[in-house]
């Protein structure tokens, strides 16, 4: 936990107190994963189903800066598609911050769009094609 911490106060403007790490959602230990470099995490997608809505969506995508554009968020993403895939749900969606364009290049090049904007945010979703839940 200490260790997820440290690399989310990485991004202070949106960085969590522990009790919302833990906080429990539907499908939430099901689709996180965690990224690890010699035992130590280096990286994690925090998501949760939002079964109404027939999505997932994703809270938080960090890579510790010290391995960011290697690939890893790329595979990180990669791994959670396919686990959605096999879920049959058909949407991702997340928010992200309208300033930070660095991850907004990341998610088009992870085939998101732009589907509108709240506050400071953007929200972006990726279609998964013809996916429905089993
Ligand atoms: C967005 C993020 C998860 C991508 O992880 P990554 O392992 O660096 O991703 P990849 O190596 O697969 O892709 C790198 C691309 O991501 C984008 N990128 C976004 N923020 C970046 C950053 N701070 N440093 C480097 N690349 C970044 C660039 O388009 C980069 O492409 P380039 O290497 O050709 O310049 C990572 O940069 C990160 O943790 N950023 C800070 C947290 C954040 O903003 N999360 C999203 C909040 S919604």
């Known amino acids: 936990m200490e260790r997820i911490m440290q690399i989310a106060a990485e991004t202070p403007d949106e960085c969590w107190a522990e009790s919302q790490f833990l906080m429990e959602l539907p ?7 965690a ?3 010699r035992g130590q995490v280096i990286g994690y997608l925090l ?6 809505l ?21 595979k ?3 791994t959670f598609c396919q686990k959605v895939m ?3 749900i058909p949407k991702i969606t997340l928010k992200v ?9 990341f998610y ?13 945010w953007f929200w972006m979703a990726r279609e998964m094609g013809d996916q429905r839940r089993k």
């Open 47 to 52: 998501a949760s189903d939002k079964e109404v």
């Open 27 to 33: 499908g939430k230990w099901k689709y996180s994963l």
């Open 108 to 120: 088009i090049r992870m085939k998101f769009q732009h589907i509108g904007e709240e506050g400071a």
């Open 54 to 74: 027939n999505s997932i969506h994703i809270h938080k995508l960090i890579v510790d800066y010290q391995f960011r554009s290697l690939r890893l968020g790329e």
């Open 76 to 78: 990180l993403m990669q």
């Open 97 to 105: 911050a309208q300033i930070n364009s660095g991850a907004i290049r």
């Open 86 to 88: 096999e879920a049959q």
């Open 35 to 37: 990224l690890l470099h």
